[in-house]
């Protein structure tokens, strides 16, 4: 997940992980220095974060390998979708409709664990390092766009991705030698967002600037950090919008390591 460092909800999320990050680490404080037995060096896992927050249409697994005492890499894939938009209710444009979510998302970094900060070895503990993402998704929806001579309905197919990459700070906890807590604790990047959108209907260029900056309004209410990702910018006439900009990246996962 990339957002922006000025989000409220980013903020939200990041309080939390960091709280459960100092609580758990308090609860370990008294475990010995080395993990004893069999070197699990698998870890199949989880991402709760896009499905919490984007729905049940992101359904996103990963799996981590250890490569040295210190050092894995991991990839993640997954089916992802827009989340319904927030009809904007004004008094000439609104959502009546919203069908056909489709997309997928996949990820990958590669993790150096901090000996000097760990007591265990990978993928148990502190890490840092590079991390890359692609996430790309599609949604038609119907609009009602009421006008003084009546009221007209069109379809839109917008189609929205993400492309960044970063380094990011994350802590792994594991429980009962087996189970696996993941947080990406702060993931700063460059991100680029990409908005292509199409109108199925009979509107004049006037219309179709309305129609899309009421979606472009809709995606903003509801991804976090996109009011700022944009900021000025607007989909143009063609119904396209690209932007770069500083993202960021947190994650929780859960999982089972073998």
């Given at each position: ?41 698998n ?5 709760l ?13 990963g799996y ?12 993640n ?14 008094d ?5 409709k ?11 970094d590669?993790?150096?664990y901090l ?14 390092g590079?991390?890359?993402m692609y996430?790309k998704?599609r949604k038609?929806?119907d ?13 839109t ?11 990011e700070l994350?802590?792994?906890f594991?429980?009962f ?10 993931g700063p990047?460059?991100a ?12 004049d260029?006037?219309e ?6 009421a979606l ?27 932007v770069?900009?500083?993202g ?8 089972f390591?073998?």
């Amino acid at each position: 997940m990339a957002t922006s460092f000025r989000n409220t909800g980013t903020y939200q999320v990041a309080a939390a992980i960091v709280l459960l990050f100092f609580l758990s680490n308090v609860c370990l404080a008294q475990k010995a220095n080395t993990e004893s037995g069999k070197a699990y060096k698998n870890v199949v896992r989880f991402n709760l974060t896009n499905f919490l927050l984007f729905g049940p249409g992101n359904i996103i697994f990963g799996y981590e390998r250890v490569v040295s005492p210190s050092q894995s890499f991991s990839i993640n894939i997954g089916p992802a979708a827009l989340p319904s938009l927030l009809s904007i209710n004004t008094d000439s444009v609104n959502i009546t409709k919203q069908s056909n979510k489709s997309g997928f998302n996949v990820s990958a970094d590669y993790r150096f664990y901090l000996r000097s900060e760990n007591k265990y070895r990978a993928p148990h503990g502190l890490y840092i390092g590079p991390y890359f993402m692609y996430n790309k998704t599609r949604k038609e929806s119907d609009w009602e766009f009421v006008r003084s001579s009546g009221t007209d309905y069109v379809n839109t197919e917008t189609n929205f991705t993400v492309v960044g990459a970063g380094l990011e700070l994350g802590y792994q906890f594991v429980f009962f030698k087996r189970m696996t807590l993941d947080l990406v604790l702060i993931g700063p990047g460059m991100a680029r967002y990409s908005i292509n959108a199409k109108i199925d209907g009979s509107l004049d260029d006037a219309e179709k600037k309305q129609l899309y900056q009421a979606l472009q309004q809709a995606l903003e209410n509801k991804y976090p950090g996109m009011s700022v990702v944009l900021d000025d910018q607007e989909i143009n006439a063609n119904g396209r919008l690209g932007v770069t900009s500083v993202g960021f990246r947190y994650l929780i996962q859960v999982g089972f390591r073998f």
